[in-house]
């Protein structure tokens, strides 16, 4: 089925930044494992997983929509040095994320291609958790302080 130019052109940057994501957490979610913080591993670790959900639901639209999607492209990556800096820079990457599927939501109404307003939405309710994921990682860091948030993140709790 044929697509919308403009539209196909939206999805395949949207492929770009989640092909930088998945980068992006994979690395800081190595990162964590390598200062034995397990948890805190495990939380980015899913979080690139969703992002390659993302990637391959994105491959697949811009596939049926007759286009090739673009999968040599990386945005800038923003690897924090440490841990406060690695959930600011994806967190940031999270908003920007929820402000471009909302445009791009918009521009699928506008062109009459519902079938990606379906997918589109669906991403976009992922990337507002994970804007909420890391809203409360930072407000426990302000009120327990670094160091006893980066104690909670050592082990995998039972429950
Ligand atoms: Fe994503
Ligand atoms: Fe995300």
Redesign the pocket.
């Known amino acids: 089925m044929k697509g919308n130019k403009k539209l196909l052109t939206v999805l395949n940057s949207l492929l770009a930044d989640?092909l930088t994501?998945i980068n992006q957490y994979m690395v800081h979610s190595e990162m964590c494992n390598n200062w034995g913080y397990k948890k805190l591993r495990l939380d980015i670790r899913k979080q690139a997983m969703?992002?390659m959900h993302?990637a391959e639901w994105l491959i697949e639209r811009i596939i049926f929509l007759d286009d090739s999607p673009t999968v040599s492209k990386l945005n800038t990556i923003r690897i924090g040095k440490n841990v406060l800096d690695m959930i600011n820079n994806d967190s940031n990457d999270e908003l920007e994320?929820v402000r471009t599927y909302n445009e791009a939501i918009k521009l699928a109404h506008e062109v009459g291609d519902e079938g990606s307003v379906a997918l589109l939405t669906k991403?976009l309710k992922?990337?507002e958790g994970h804007v909420e994921w890391a809203e409360i990682q930072r407000a426990q860091i302000a009120q327990m302080g670094m160091e006893n948030y980066l104690v909670n993140q050592t082990e995998i709790s039972a429950t």
């Open positions: 989640e994501a969703d992002e993302h994320a991403i992922m990337e």
